[in-house]
């Protein structure tokens, strides 16, 4: 039997409940043999980490950190090497931040969730307008970057093409596995771009309007929240 991949966000999706984590937890122990599981987060490496020894998380064999922009092994964290794919001078940080902090209502996020392939700022409610012209600001400055917004507050830019979908792909072709074995589990709008590359996945039943409003038959949509959520989309793909 092929090696099943599962590439899961961790906040609101295996992270929030528990009981159901810990049923999770077990259920990956004892197929552990066929199942790897990688992490794809908003957060850092260091930050999903520590998430790990402080829970009953298994241990993952790598974490896509910082929303795509960052890949290393677990729990060594060696970067996976070409990634990302980001190329000067097209993408700078410091230039991102130039363009967009005289912008009125963006409010720039504690240095934590700073890197130098990820800017991030707080922008409650924003419009798509707001959003059309945060684009235009970064096309006019010569920046190629992506905009991911989510949970209605948080705005990162990445350099254009790096997001967890992207990262994800990345990450299973450098573990050999193929697209039809990976399963990919979310509950936000930086989890999007995962769904976006013909993997199978799984949207958590607490998911948010702008990740469950995505229709896909690849995307299995729980009843249940959560850990459980994801097992029990797990289960529907028969893993
Ligand atoms: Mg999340």
Avoid at 28 to 33: E, K
Avoid at 95 to 124: C, D, I, N, W, Y
Avoid at 135 to 162: N, T
Wanted: with cysteine; proline share 6%.
């Amino acid at each position: 039997m092929s090696r099943t991949l599962i590439v899961s966000d961790v906040d609101g999706t295996l992270l929030g409940d528990d009981a159901a984590l810990v049923a999770f937890a077990g259920w990956f122990n004892q197929a552990r043999d066929r199942v790897a599981i990688a992490y794809a987060s908003g957060r850092s490496f260091d930050s999903v980490s520590a998430s790990i020894a402080n829970s009953q998380l298994p241990d993952p064999v790598a974490i896509i950190g910082n929303v795509g922009t960052q890949m290393q092994r677990y729990p060594g964290g060696e970067p996976i090497p070409d990634w990302p794919r980001a190329e000067p001078p097209t993408w700078s940080s410091g230039g991102v931040l130039e363009t967009l902090l005289p912008l009125p209502r963006l409010e720039k996020q504690p240095e934590e969730f700073q890197s130098a392939f990820k800017v991030s700022f707080f922008l409650h409610d924003a419009t798509a307008e707001e959003l059309d012209e945060i684009r235009g600001a970064l096309a006019a400055a010569g920046l190629f970057a992506d905009l991911v917004y989510s949970s209605k507050r948080d705005l990162d830019i990445l350099p254009r093409g790096a997001n967890k979908g992207s990262a994800a792909a990345h990450l299973a072709q450098s573990l050999n596995v193929a697209p039809d074995n990976v399963i990919v589990c979310g509950d936000s709008g930086n989890d999007a771009a995962m769904f976006a590359h013909g993997f199978r996945g799984v949207i958590v039943a607490n998911a948010l309007p702008e990740l469950k409003s995505l229709r896909s038959e690849r995307a299995y949509l729980a009843e249940q929240t959560h850990a459980a959520g994801v097992l029990e989309g797990l289960k529907y793909w028969s893993v």
